[in-house]
């Protein structure tokens, strides 16, 4: 029985800190619109830009990465399995930091890629924040769940 609380408090478990939701609120919608994006600007966002940084199968990898910013970007906002939501978005953070952030180093410069990389650091800082933190207060995790 301990067992199973530990791991409902790993998933479901949050601090009490009600200034999360501002946090939830930049990383989710910023995954929200990002995901949306990824349907419709095809060559910019979509398929397009997935074949042109080396994926096989553009099509499929621009549509599961959009489908999981938008849902995992719902899920962050509603502050519900927010933790576990967290993760997907990490993995998709350091998939881009390695595949179109890196390769600017030694293409343009430390510094071009300095300023590239200043919006998805911060994004992975805040979703890392959210990892070890939970929702907050005013979360679903922090009111269905009392742990």
């Known amino acids: 029985m301990k067992k199973a609380g530990q ?7 949050t601090f009490s800190d009600p200034k999360m939701i501002f ?3 930049v990383v989710g919608v ?10 419709k600007m095809l060559e ?10 080396g994926f096989s199968n553009g ?8 489908t999981f910013e938008i849902v995992c970007g719902i899920l962050v906002i509603t502050g519900f399995l927010t933790r576990l939501a967290s993760i997907p978005l990490i993995v998709i953070m350091i998939t881009a930091l390695i595949t179109v952030k890196l390769p600017l ?10 300023h590239e990389y200043t919006t998805d650091f ?22 269905a769940f009392k742990i």
């Open 7 to 13: 791991i409902k408090n790993l998933i479901f478990g």
């Open 59 to 66: 099509y499929f990898w621009a549509y599961f990465t959009g």
């Open 44 to 53: 910019w966002l979509g398929p397009g830009r997935f074949t042109e940084i």
């Open 30 to 39: 910023i995954f929200l619109s990002e995901g949306i994006l990824k349907f």
């Open 105 to 114: 180093v030694t293409e343009r410069g430390f510094w071009t890629f300095a």
């Open 23 to 25: 946090i939830r609120l």
């Open 122 to 143: 911060a994004l992975t800082m805040l979703l890392i924040l959210i990892l070890r933190y939970g929702g907050g207060k005013w979360s679903v995790d922090g009111r």
